[in-house]
Nanobody
Framework: QVQLVESGGGLVQPGGSLRLSCAAS????????MGWYRQIPGKERELVAT???????NYADFVRGRLTISRDNAKNMVYLQMNSLQPEDTAVYYC???????????????WGQGTRVTVSS
């Protein structure tokens, strides 16, 4: 089994910054893509950013250069640096990882429990 644990969420004022972290642990042979998604109250979960094991990144259009995803393959961690946060960024942010637990097995999607980000004055 694989666990993803997010941290770093909280309350921040408009224009402020937060750094989210996600640690993957458990039965891990290899991790392919990792990513961050968010769910705004009343809306469906949406992609924020993804990063491959080779550090190729993909961002949602609304990111507009304000957010940066990165990862540490040695530590099985992924990060999301969020700058210039606005009230519309208020959401629960979820970590995702495609994990192969043993050699020759398929990659499986895992999700964290989410960390809440609230942007408000």
């Amino acid at each position: 089994q694989v666990q993803l644990v997010e941290s770093g969420g909280g309350l921040v004022q408009p224009g402020g910054s937060l750094r989210l972290s996600c640690a993957a642990s458990g039965s891990i042979f290899r991790i392919n893509a990792m990513g961050w998604y968010r769910q705004i109250p009343g809306k469906e979960r949406e992609l924020v950013a993804t990063i491959t094991s080779g550090n190729c990144t993909n961002y949602a259009d609304f990111v507009r250069g304000r957010l940066t995803i990165s990862r540490d393959n040695a530590k099985n961690m992924v990060y999301l640096q969020m700058n210039s946060l606005q009230p519309e960024d208020t959401a629960v942010y979820y970590c995702n990882a495609e994990v192969r637990s043993r050699i020759w097995t398929s990659f499986v999607d895992y999700w964290g429990q989410g960390t809440r980000v609230t942007v408000s004055s």
